[in-house]
């Protein structure tokens, strides 16, 4: 297993759209054991595809249930290959989020508390189930990488505004990463 480079923030590819999983395979395997070994690494409890570089409809979750979290149970390591959002609903609930491509920046984003997913596990069989509270948020931040969305992108102009000082010193970084 190895610890992959994670993108940040004004790569390209986080805004791009993925393409889905054709079939599984042996490379396949080997990158879902390196994106849990990145998230892990990087104390994350989502990563999706993008976020390593590739443009693939997939991602690897870890999202113990917050204590307050009662009604769902501890899910364990989850693997989402071509996810679809069958349906939201509930109540729209601000919480804190961050972004392991987005490091140091945090904002509240609301969210639909429910999610429907349907999904490929990791033995590429069809799942589908309902999720709720941070699990399903998890979920929602995920998916959104997929489709080339930050949680930036729930902001307001204003919020996003009182974070362009910190977003332009990720701009940077990339940049002395890329030239050297
Ligand atoms: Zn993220």
């Known amino acids: ?3 992959l480079p994670i993108v940040t923030y004004n790569d390209p590819i986080l805004l791009e759209r993925t393409e ?5 395979s042996d490379e396949l395997q080997e990158l879902i054991d390196d994106m849990f070994e990145t ?15 590739q443009k693939l409809q997939l991602f690897v979750m870890d999202a113990d ?5 009662s009604d769902q149970l501890d ?4 693997v989402m290959i071509n996810p679809e959002i069958v349906s939201t609903g509930g109540e729209l609930v601000g919480y804190e989020e961050g972004c392991l491509s987005i490091p140091e920046v945090r904002d509240e984003v609301k969210r639909p508390e429910r999610v429907e997913l349907k999904w490929l596990n990791r033995e590429f069989e069809e799942r589908q189930q309902e999720f709720t509270g941070w699990v399903s948020r998890v979920i929602q931040h995920e998916y959104d990488h997929l489709q080339g969305k930050l949680f930036l992108d729930h902001l307001s102009a204003f919020r996003r505004r009182l974070h362009r000082k910190k977003l332009s010193t ?8 890329r030239v050297g």
């Open 39 to 53: 998230m892990y690494n990087a104390a994350g409890v989502g990563l999706a595809a993008p976020q390593i570089g």
């Open 75 to 78: 899910l364990g390591p989850m």
């Open 20 to 24: 889905s999983v054709k079939e599984n």
């Open 1 to 3: 297993m190895a610890i």
């Open 65 to 69: 249930p917050m204590t307050e979290d």
């Open 170 to 177: 990720i701009d940077a970084r990339s940049e002395e990463r």
